[in-house]
């Protein structure tokens, strides 16, 4: 008797057990979801549709779930970490299509940055350009929104340039990433549907794949622009060092805004001088102290010895389009596709003297500080992903 109703009550127990966690998954699911749909209305989920595209098929695909980013990252495990920085992490993971791709988790977010996230999510679903880094969606459904990127497995121009020791990348190299850059950068400003300004040009937001090919990154300051060219006012934004002083100036940013920072990259792909930390002895920034010597003829004091060693005769005429994309003024610096044009033709592939193609830059060289042309003409010249969370906007 006694054993019946111990049974008895043992099996009521288990069922009412039982019974109390199904009930509790059952109410813990619907939970899930509106924490979700929370978070997806919130990231502004709705705009991102309407931005990204008017067929809601590619909308739909540009948003990826955050099951789907678990089960890439083994439930974003340690062992997946490319890096960590001040913003967030960076994982890398495996998609169900067998697309390898870097998976940006930052660690906080204010209305700002979600603002910058929707604007590059948006700009970078219509970008279409081999040395773009290739975006493959977001996903909304965490407090903090992820971005997806491909995977580029060589990390930074920054990183190649700055290394310990004499030598760095190999001149050809260099040009060949600039020219790449120009190239990009002048598909934005010009053929593009609507003129597309980076903004954040600078050498850490310059990813390289395995054989060295420049990817653009990091579109989350980028603009579209009136296609009249007025440009627009906005918010002073961009990398100390790097800055078009006109548009911190007037508060108007311009296509021409990309071309100066884009000058000072080659300043720094010339010099291997680093420009948000450079200070000269005079207290000058990068830029215009290699104006200055490029305008007394002693570029040769502030030139990488390895550029001078390996760059020949190209060396003073990339230094004379710097000098050029580096103007004060606005309508005295090239546009972006002058700016590739010139490049391309100092590519050991071209062999074309400058200035003969249709859209390149006729190069007058100064004189030097003795009258004589002759001293400046013998020069023989994933991870976002986590290095530009180091250096501040």
């Not at 590619?58 to 340690?78: G, R, V």
């Not at 420009?275 to 004091?301: C, H, W």
Request: net charge positive.
């Amino acid at each position: 008797m006694y054993i019946v109703i111990g049974i008895s009550i043992g099996a009521l127990v288990i069922l009412l057990v039982l019974a109390a966690f199904f009930i509790s998954n059952k109410l813990k699911r619907p939970s899930a979801q509106m924490r979700k749909r929370k978070f997806f209305d919130k990231n502004r989920g709705q705009l991102l549709r309407q931005l990204v595209s008017q067929r809601a098929d590619i909308a739909e695909k540009m948003i990826i779930s955050l099951k789907e980013l678990e089960k890439a990252t083994c439930n974003f495990d340690k062992s997946r970490e490319l890096g960590v920085g001040g913003h967030g992490t960076v994982y890398k993971g495996i998609l169900s299509d067998q697309h390898v791709v870097a998976i940006k988790k930052p660690k906080k977010v204010v209305q700002k940055e979600i603002v910058e996230f929707i604007n590059e999510v948006a700009i970078l679903s219509q970008i279409n350009h081999r040395n773009v880094v290739k975006l493959y969606g977001c996903c909304l459904e965490t407090e903090v929104p992820l971005l997806v990127y491909e995977f580029i497995s060589n990390g930074t121009l920054y990183d190649h340039l700055h290394v310990e020791g004499s030598i760095s990348l190999p001149w050809d190299d260099r040009l060949r990433i600039a020219n790449e850059t120009a190239g990009c950068l002048s598909y934005l400003h010009s053929t593009t549907s609507v003129p597309i300004i980076h903004r954040d040009v600078k050498s850490v937001n310059i990813l390289l794949d395995e054989s060295l090919a420049s990817k653009v990154a990091d579109f989350g300051a980028s603009r579209y622009v009136p296609m009249d060219g007025s440009g627009v006012t906005t918010v002073v934004q961009g990398t100390r060092g790097y800055m078009d002083p006109m548009c911190i100036y007037t508060g108007r940013l311009r296509e021409k805004s990309d071309v100066y920072s884009f000058g000072v990259m080659l300043v720094e792909l010339l010099t291997r001088k680093k420009p948000f930390s450079y200070l000269s002895i005079k207290g000058e920034g990068l830029a215009v102290d290699f104006s200055t010597m490029f305008a007394e003829g002693n570029l040769r004091q502030i030139l990488d010895p390895q550029v001078i060693e390996e760059g020949g005769e190209k060396v003073e005429k990339v230094s004379t389009l710097a000098v050029k994309c580096i103007k004060s003024r606005a309508e005295d610096c090239p546009t972006m596709k002058q700016v590739e044009s010139t490049l391309a033709s100092l590519r050991p592939d071209t062999q074309q003297v400058l200035g003969t193609r249709g859209n390149g830059i006729q190069v007058n060289y100064p004189p030097a500080a003795n009258g004589s042309n002759e001293s400046t003409r013998r020069y023989s010249m994933e991870e976002e992903l986590m290095l530009s969370s180091k250096y501040p906007r």
